[in-house]
């Protein structure tokens, strides 16, 4: 069975930066197209970053453009999202997320909590 287990949440000031990683296994993780989500509180959880299966395409949320890296690591089964900049609004429950490429199998995380915050 499937495991992500996300890291490096935690209390930023405005402007600061996190690191946030997710480690995978229990499936084949270059197989698995790789996201972060979001979900502040009394909101629906909404896609932040997403990689292709071998990091060559990336994309993006349009208010984290320019601001947050989201990176693989195939050989360690990892994604990881940078974040600079961060703002008060984006204080939520970040999710790591997997969905196979060809066939409908998808895997969450449990979250971490990311706090903006001076």
Same mark, same amino acid.
């Given at each position: 069975? @499937?495991?992500?287990?996300?890291?490096?949440?935690?209390?930023?000031? *405005?402007? @600061?930066?996190? !690191?946030?990683?997710?480690? $995978?296994?229990?499936? #084949?993780?270059?197989?698995?197209?790789?996201? %972060?989500? !979001?979900? $502040? *509180?009394?909101? &629906? !959880? +909404?896609? =932040? $970053?997403?990689?292709? #299966?071998?990091? @060559?395409?990336?994309?993006?949320?349009?208010? =984290?453009?320019? !601001?947050?890296?989201?990176?693989?690591?195939?050989?360690?089964?990892?994604? /990881?999202?940078?974040?600079?900049?961060?703002? *008060?609004? &984006? #204080?939520?429950?970040?999710?790591?997320? $997997?969905? /196979? +490429?060809?066939?409908?199998? =998808?895997? %969450?995380?449990? @979250? #971490?909590?990311?706090? =903006?915050?001076?």
């Amino acid at each position: 069975q @499937g495991q992500l287990v996300e890291s490096g949440g935690g209390l930023v000031q *405005p402007g @600061g930066s996190l !690191r946030l990683s997710c480690a $995978a296994s229990g499936f #084949t993780f270059s197989s698995y197209l790789m996201s %972060w989500y !979001r979900q $502040a *509180p009394g909101k &629906e !959880r +909404v896609l =932040v $970053a997403s990689i292709g #299966t071998v990091g @060559g395409v990336t994309n993006y949320e349009d208010s =984290v453009k320019g !601001r947050f890296t989201i990176s693989r690591d195939n050989a360690k089964n990892t994604v /990881h999202l940078q974040m600079n900049s961060l703002t *008060p609004e &984006e #204080t939520a429950v970040y999710y790591c997320n $997997a969905r /196979h +490429v060809a066939f409908y199998a =998808v895997y %969450w995380g449990q @979250g #971490t909590q990311v706090t =903006v915050s001076s």
